[in-house]
Nanobody, 115 residues
């Protein structure tokens, strides 16, 4: 059974940085894509960043230039380096992985940006 476990969420001041990590287990296959979504209270879940097994990336316009996604294919881990954080980045960040037609989600890690 595939499991995704996020870590790294925290309370940080505006302008600060955080690094999220997502560790996958339960499969010997490399995920075709891994990424991060976020969901703020009262808002829809939105894509933050995604990376394919070949290293192609895509970012939401709101985070491009501030966030960097990376992955370790050997470990099936994905990371999100978040810089210049803003209050509007406050949300639960969820790890996502896709293998063929199957999608998997972590339970999320809370990121709060506030002074």
């Amino acid at each position: 059974q595939v499991q995704l476990v996020e870590s790294g969420g925290d309370l940080v001041q505006p302008g600060g940085s955080l690094r999220l990590s997502c560790a996958a287990s339960g499969t010997i296959f490399t995920f075709h894509a891994m990424g991060w979504y976020r969901q703020a209270p009262g808002k829809q879940r939105e894509l933050v960043a995604i990376i394919t097994s070949g290293g192609s990336t895509n970012y939401a316009d709101s985070v491009r230039g501030r966030f960097t996604i990376s992955r370790d294919n050997a470990k099936n881990n994905v990371y999100l380096q978040m810089n210049s954080l803003k209050p509007e980045d406050t949300a639960v960040y969820l790890c996502y992985a896709r293998l063929g037609t199957s999608s998997y989600w972590g339970q999320g890690t809370q990121v709060t940006v506030s002074s």
